[in-house]
């Protein structure tokens, strides 16, 4: 019995290093050069497949949190938070995930809590205090809380509230209670758009559900892959929006309808029938898309759906800022965040 128990802390102890089998590593350096090439979805899909066989590598989880972090679809903060603490949990030693952990908490708009988290990475890693990383967050955190109390009271009492580190906020009653009783999210599928209508069916397909499939506002339904998160295929589906999907309980038989006054009937083609114009062969730039309409203005929005061309809701692009992985040494930009 004691020599099991000791043959299981050594597993525990080499699955909780950086270290990967070679297989794995090959995989991870992939997602290191497509977060260096911005290839952030590309980077984040790498990152989830090696941890999908290495759930306890500290270093994938604080990776994947930076591609999170670049990516700034609506979110992919909560998702970098969730990533750094479970970073922190495996190792707790991990600076980047430290620190990451604290820019999150400043981006989600929880400023006290981001500060408590800051001082508490300078007194860890003191030799990372006086770096102009953190220097720059400090006093963005400093500011946004100083112009948060000053909207409560004036210059002088929001000074003496900061200098005496009373920065709690206050959480009524029921607000704490819900807080309590919330349950966070397993996985996340992310890429289709749902502002406009909300009578979207999420449904699992396969012959062992391993797929989800949802539509979106662009008429197009969205096809994940569920333990991976993946996105695996977008096919267009309608005109303007596709609201319902059914698959066939037992055959690979799929039917979707949306504003369209039509059902429409998806099954396997054969390869030589030649390629299916329905299927949406630039899938990141379709996720773009969605992400620009989702915060769009409402107006432009509803003139889309009428089948107006907005400049700026369609296409791709690259997104921007600096940052790397825990490869790198680098530090992180400011993320414009959509409330929920």
Known sequence: MQ???????????????????????????????????????????????????????????????????????????????RDC?????????????????????????????????????????????????????????????????????D?????????????KDSLSEDELLLRERSLDYKHRYCGHCNTTTDIKEASFMGSNAQYIVSGSDDGSFFIWEKETRALVRVLQGDESIVNCLQPHPSYCFLATSGIDPVVRLWSPRSE????????????????????????ADPLEVMLLNMGYRITGLSGGGAASGVGGSDDEDSTEGQVQCRTS
């Open 3 to 81: 020599i099991s128990t000791v043959i299981d802390d050594i597993e525990l102890h080499v699955r909780s290093t950086n270290e990967l089998p070679p297989y794995l590593e090959k995989v991870k350096q992939k997602a290191n050069d497509a977060f260096a090439q911005q290839q952030w979805s590309q980077a984040i899909e790498l990152y989830s497949q090696a941890m999908q066989r290495a759930p306890r590598s500290a270093m994938l989880f604080g990776n994947r949190a930076a591609a999170y972090m670049k990516r700034k679809w609506d979110g992919d903060q909560y998702d970098a938070l």
């Open 85 to 153: 603490l479970q970073a922190l949990a495996l190792n707790p030693a991990h600076l980047k995930a430290h620190f990451r952990l604290a820019r999150c908490l400043f981006e989600l708009r929880y400023v006290s809590e981001a500060l408590d988290c800051l001082e508490e990475f300078k007194t860890k890693f003191p030799e990372q205090a006086q770096s102009s990383a953190c220097d720059a967050l400090d006093r963005d955190i400093r500011v946004a809380l100083f112009s948060k109390n000053e909207n409560q009271d």
């Open 155 to 167: 210059k002088k009492a929001a000074s003496v509230r900061l200098r005496s580190g009373d920065r």
């Open 272 to 295: 030589t029938e030649g390629p299916d114009k329905r299927v949406v062969q630039d899938m990141e730039s379709a996720c773009q898309a969605n992400q620009r309409r989702m915060n």
